[in-house]
Structures are given as C-alpha cells and as structure tokens.
C-alpha cells in the first residue's frame, strides 16, 4: 500500500511540474507575442508597408510600394512613394545606417554616357559623369537580387552609385538582366527628417 501511495505521490509531482512549465512556456510565448506586435506597431521604416505615410521636409508621401535588395549579407530596402504632384519618388535605406536617398526615375540617356563607360568605371573602379553641371563621382557598384514588394522571387541587377563630392546628391543607376538601363537622381538626407506618420494602411482600409 505505501509503495502505491509513493506511486500515486510521484505521479501527481511529475504532473504539477509538467503544468507549471506549460503555464511558464505560455506566458514566456505571449510576452514574445506582445513585445513583437509592439515592435511591429512602432513608427520606424523597418516596419513600413504598403498604405503607409511618410513626411519628408514637410511633405507628405504615400507608400506605394515596398521592396527589398540583397547583395550577399547586406540588404537594403527601397518604398516606391507618390505626392500630391503624383511624382514618384523612391526612398532607399540601409537598417541602421544614418542616411537615406530620395530619387527620382531619369533618362539614362541625359547623363551622356554609354554602358561601355559604365564597364571601364566599374573595371578602374572610379569614373565621374556630369548631370545637370552637376560632376559626380563613382561611390559604390556591384551586384544584387531585387525582390520586389518583397517578394520570393528575386530579379538580378547590377547597380553603379555616384555622389557629389560633398556627398549630398546621388545619381544611381541600374542594369538589368535584360540589359536594361535605369536611371535616378535625388538627395541624401539624414534619417531623422525622414518622419514615419504611420506604418501601413489602416485596417479595412482596401490596398493592393
């Protein structure tokens, strides 16, 4: 009889602690849960979407678009933005990084180079280019995968950026597989001035 009370003792531990680590497990789950839709509910461009708002120098812009370029560990992201102009404009940002670029689309015919240009800067690894008597110079080029809307698919780009000498204007532009050139040019701006007015769009709010 004292064996099976010991029996019966044991039974009933194992089955307290089995439930007081399943009650710990949750509440340790649903403080993850809380903390990350709080992470995601944050005003930041980490968290930004379709549907979401921006202030940019005291202009409003809507988030058409979001998508994401990766070029081994790095990664960078690109919102497609429209004003009340109904100009498109684009906003690069690196998570972490300081500064961020706001574009628009150019002919890549107006900079009045040829793609044999493009090859002999990326091979020098320096070049320059004049646009609007504007001189700017070769910062970064290189190979990357656009995933657009952030998407599974990804398209293979390769990329030349140029900046002005005090680093404020930016010209980039884009090949892509098909051999097709892209164009844009815009400002560098300190994140800060970039405001987040909301993430996405509101709910029930319909956005494609």
């Given at each position: 009889?004292?064996i099976v009370l ?168 884009v090949q892509w ?32």
């Amino acid at each position: 009889m004292t064996i099976v009370l010991i029996i019966l003792a044991v039974i009933v531990l194992m089955m307290l602690i089995r439930s007081f680590r399943q009650r710990k497990e949750q509440a340790n789950q649903e403080t993850q849960n809380a903390q990350a839709s709080q992470q995601s509910s944050e005003l930041s461009l980490d968290n930004l979407a379709p549907g979401g708002i921006l202030s940019i120098m005291d202009t409003d812009y809507l988030v058409e678009e979001k998508s994401r370029y990766e070029a081994g560990n790095s990664e960078w992201f690109e919102a497609k933005l429209s004003g009340d102009d109904d100009q498109e404009w684009w906003l690069n940002w690196e998570p972490g990084a300081t500064d961020v670029s706001l574009t628009s689309e150019i002919s890549f015919q107006d900079l009045g180079i040829t793609p044999d240009d493009l090859e002999r800067f990326v091979a020098d690894g320096q070049g320059e280019i004049e646009y609007e008597d504007t001189t700017y110079y070769l910062d970064e080029f290189g190979e990357a995968d656009y995933y657009r809307q952030e998407g599974s698919q990804g398209e293979e780009l390769a990329y030349c950026d140029f900046l002005t000498e005090d680093e404020r204007q930016t010209v980039g532009i884009v090949q892509w597989a098909s051999g097709a050139f892209d164009a844009y040019a815009g400002i560098i701006l300190p994140r800060h001035q970039v405001e987040v007015l909301r993430n996405r769009a509101e709910e029930g709010e319909e956005w494609s």
